[in-house]
């Protein structure tokens, strides 16, 4: 009967521990997988990502590449205008059709928050 | 001598009629005396979702489940109704004592392993001058994903695999034909896709049996989940409540279980917050249970 008691007690211990309420979307937000488009994010959670994979790929708008170079934060911070017309605009950058819907939403929502790092 | 045996008769007669008096006497002992209800329903599970029915002391009980593809998915000849596209759960119930059972299954959906428990609480009971009108019992279950994550590259985390499940059992058996029972469920996940999704999800799971012949029943479940009812499928379509009918067939031994429901999931986190199939469109699984139950109480075998 000590045995049936200690059992139903560790069982209850695992459950009670092991619960946590964690969001895919929150928990990564420059995810891949990430599938909220309306998360505003931060450049460090998620718009390096997506500018790193979009415009500062090797030979474009990286250092040493074509001008403006947006390799990091104070540079992309620098170029938001030129950003918001070609990228979000226009969509004709990366040409020739731009971005996704989803990273044009998220670019565009980091943008009008001001651009937090 | 003839007066004689008319007096030894009458004194028979006189004994019997006392031991009638006694006899009486111990059926009103009787009356008094609760007796629990038993067989409320024919196995541990309605249909999916858990039943107040327990495997008894020291015996094991081996569940073979399988839900087949969706009637909607081929011409019912083409996939012999949907028995390609078969999904399987393994599971063993061991019976602790009387009151606890413990339990591990694998399902094939999700690659999911779940470890849980069942405890009677409080058993129906008849005839006694104070009786239990109801059965309660209390089932958890831990399940673990062991599929591989999709982003490997991602900071993953253990707890992300960990789904639970607390329900409250509630049955009562009306009579030899019918039983109902209410089950208010929590599922919990640990890991959601999005922050509008909540993690616990609950839901008042409504399950019903009725006898048809002296071997079959007719069963009902139905599990209409209180919140999250936005939460998207991958399919970018809602989710759907999970409803079920099917059969019990008694043989000997073996009780077979043969079911129609709209879930894949043979768990209680997978079929009440994850059902994708639904009703209106045929989008139904065929579905059946096997059990076999062995015994290893010595003192019971050796009788």
Known sequence: MKKVLYSTLLFGFIVLTGCYYDKEDKLYPNSTNNTDCNAVLTYDTGIKTIIDANCASSGCHNSGGTSPDLSNYSLVKASATKITLRAITQKNMPAPSGMSSCNITKLDNWIKAGMPQ | ?303
């Open chain 2, 1 to 303: 001598m003839k007066k004689n045996i008319l007096f030894i008769t009458m004194l028979l007669m006189v004994n019997f009629v006392w031991a009638q008096d006694d006899l009486l006497d111990m059926l009103k002992d009787e009356n008094t005396k609760s007796n629990p209800v038993l067989a409320t329903f024919k196995g541990t599970r309605i249909i999916t979702g858990q039943s107040n029915e327990n495997i008894s002391k020291k015996h094991l009980n081996f569940l073979i489940l399988h839900r087949f593809g969706e009637l909607k998915d081929d011409a019912w000849y083409y996939s012999l109704l949907g028995i390609d596209a078969a999904t399987v759960r393994l599971a063993f119930d061991y019976g602790v004592t009387d009151k606890l059972m413990i339990g591990v299954g694998r399902s094939s959906v999700a690659k999911i392993y779940d470890f849980n428990v069942k405890y009677k609480l409080l058993q129906q009971t008849t005839g006694g001058k104070k009786n239990s009108p109801l059965a309660i019992s209390y089932y958890g279950n831990m399940g673990l994903n062991t599929t591989t994550f999709s982003d490997l590259t991602r900071n993953n985390f253990f707890t992300s695999r960990l789904n639970f499940c607390n329900q409250l059992i509630l049955a009562r058996k009306f009579n030899d034909k019918v039983s109902i029972q209410i089950t208010p469920t929590m599922v919990h996940r640990n890991l959601v896709a999005k922050t509008s999704d909540p993690n616990s999800v609950f839901a008042l799971g409504l399950g019903g049996s009725f006898k048809i012949t002296r071997s079959t029943r007719f069963n009902i479940e139905y599990y209409p989940r209180l919140n999250g009812r936005d939460e998207l499928a991958s399919n970018g379509k809602t989710f759907n409540d999970y409803l079920a009918v099917g059969f019990d067939i008694e043989t000997g031994g073996h009780v077979f279980q043969l079911m129609f429901s709209n879930s894949t999931y043979m768990y209680e986190q997978g079929f009440v917050a994850q059902t994708t199939g639904s009703w209106s469109d045929l989008g139904i699984r065929l579905g059946f249970n096997l059990s076999r139950t062995f015994s290893f109480d010595n003192e019971t075998k050796h009788k």
